[in-house]
């Protein structure tokens, strides 16, 4: 099967630095990206994994190692916007998986 | 960027009856769309990958004659969850992904159905 854990929640404060992080075990791996959602609303693209490394997109950084299995997100200069729900998720040609997902909470 | 438009956003209807979901690829061609079914405050759980012209591939566990989708073109991909029951209250979100940039996808809008 395939299955992609994040941990549930984490809490940080304004203006602080957070990562969240990814583990994975999917077959026929391509990539990994990384949605954020608000409560009630669509997911929205963040970033896109799709070699080893790190992605640096404004606030928002993403990294993946393919040998480990592994990926984070890492937010900067935490905004109280920022609180949100965040997934990594595996593309695939006939699937598109996500994460359990990772409440953010931001405290001013 | 690109845009996917969901409707209706919600719906509330009778145990008993069905609801249509449509989902449209506005500005481009969206040759796969994936289903998804959220539960508050949990993930994304994909229902079904519906490609033009062809039958949608379900996942397991994921009732296909409850859930009827139909992708009869480019842009347009549709959602009928047949004779609806209370525990079919969800939110169920679709999703594109076009001819270019194989690690995002496009998302609609939601929609928030609740089952009486």
């Known amino acids: 099967g395939q299955s992609l854990e994040q941990p549930s929640e984490v809490t940080a404060v304004e203006g602080a630095i957070v990562q969240i992080n990814c583990t994975y075990q999917?077959?026929?791996?391509?990539?990994l990206s990384w949605y954020q959602q608000h409560d009630g609303g669509a997911p929205t693209f963040l970033s896109y994994n799709g070699l080893d490394g790190l992605e640096e997109t404004g606030r928002f950084s993403s990294f993946l190692s393919r040998s480990d299995s592994y990926g984070y997100l890492l937010l900067q200069e935490l905004q109280m916007k920022d609180s949100a729900s965040y997934f990594c998720a595996a593309p695939g040609t006939y699937k598109y998986i996500f994460g359990t997902g990772t409440r953010l909470k931001v405290l001013a | 960027g690109a845009v996917v438009s969901q409707h209706p956003s919600w719906v509330i209807c009778k145990s008993g009856t069905s609801v249509k979901i449509e989902c449209r690829s506005l500005?481009?061609?969206?040759?796969?769309m994936f289903w998804y079914r959220q539960f508050p405050k949990q993930s994304l759980m994909l229902m079904a990958t519906s490609n033009e012209g062809s039958k949608a591939t379900y996942e397991q566990g994921v009732e296909k004659d409850k859930f009827l989708i139909n992708h009869a073109s480019l842009t347009l991909s549709t959602l009928t969850v047949t004779s609806a029951h209370p525990e079919d209250s969800s939110f169920y979100i679709c999703?594109?992904?076009?001819?270019?940039?194989?690690?995002?996808?496009?998302f609609g809008e939601g929609s928030r159905l609740t089952v009486l």
């Open positions: 999917t077959s026929g791996f391509y990539g």
């Open positions: 999703s594109a992904r076009g001819s270019q940039g194989a690690g995002e996808l496009f």
């Open positions: 500005d481009f061609q969206a040759t796969t």
